[in-house]
């Protein structure tokens, strides 16, 4: 199994732009999550989605949207890149059951907005 | 501020030695969970101990909850250089939906 993909692992995008970070999973999982990591901050949560078609804010959502259209991907978007952006992005997804489990993480996507 | 906060911030220690890592956190939780992160990597899920349970062992790893203070302890023994890593403990609370918040984390260094 893949667990989770995410792509791409690498972009440079200039102030304004835009652009799209796929997260997918192939656990059948319920709940997805987009963090973001900044040294000294550990890891902020963007948005997350308990389900498809759902999608909920979360610690630091200003700038971003999301959307979770099937279950195995969930989408973060930048619509006008800004440098304060630059960060590590990892996606994670959970079964939910009664109790949350475990998260399990990508690789991570690293963004440098010039 | 963060949900939950780590302490220390960073640790160093011999090979062999215990170390040992705190976090508290400032409502109520649903579980309380501990990952590791190697440099340039996601991060890995160590173990999780729920909000009924006080204490949690997993091979060299052992988690401590106390609710009434709401800090968790997480203590690996005899360590080695390969447990050189961040670590965040992560809290899990109920609002709608499960939401996973995680600390500032501590960095552990561990010398051969």
């Known amino acids: 199994n893949a667990g989770v993909t995410q792509t791409p692992k690498f972009r440079v995008l200039k102030t304004g732009q835009s652009m799209t970070l796929l997260c997918a999973q192939d656990?059948?999982?319920?709940?997805m999550y987009w963090y973001r990591q900044d040294p000294g901050m550990g890891l902020r949560l963007i948005h997350y989605?308990?389900?498809?078609?759902?999608?909920a804010k979360g610690e630091v959502p200003d700038g971003y949207n999301v959307s979770r259209l099937k279950k195995q991907n969930f989408l973060l978007g930048l619509e006008s890149a800004a440098p304060s952006q630059t960060s590590v992005y990892f996606c994670?997804?959970?079964?939910?059951?009664?109790?949350?489990?475990?998260?399990?993480f990508g690789e991570g996507s690293r963004l440098t907005v010039l | 501020s963060q949900q939950g906060e780590e302490d220390p911030q960073a640790l160093s220690i011999q090979e062999g030695e215990n170390a040992t890592m705190n976090c508290s956190y400032k409502?109520?939780?649903?579980?309380l969970q501990w990952y590791r992160q190697n440099s340039g990597r996601g991060l890995v899920h160590l173990i999780l101990?729920?909000?009924?349970?006080r204490e949690k062992h997993s091979g060299r790893l052992r988690v401590t909850l106390d609710t009434s203070k709401k800090s968790s302890s997480l203590l690996i023994t005899a360590s080695r250089a390969a447990d050189t890593a961040s670590y965040f403990c992560?809290?899990?609370?109920?609002?709608?939906?499960?939401?996973?918040?995680f600390g500032a984390g501590t960095r552990l260094f561990v010398k051969a």
């Open positions: 989605s308990v389900g498809e078609g759902t999608t």
């Open positions: 992560a809290t899990v609370l109920y609002t709608g939906g499960f939401k996973t918040i």
């Open positions: 656990m059948n999982h319920e709940y």
């Open positions: 994670a997804s959970s079964y939910s059951g009664r109790a949350a489990g475990e998260l399990f």
């Open positions: 101990i729920r909000s009924n349970e």
């Open positions: 409502t109520s939780i649903n579980n």
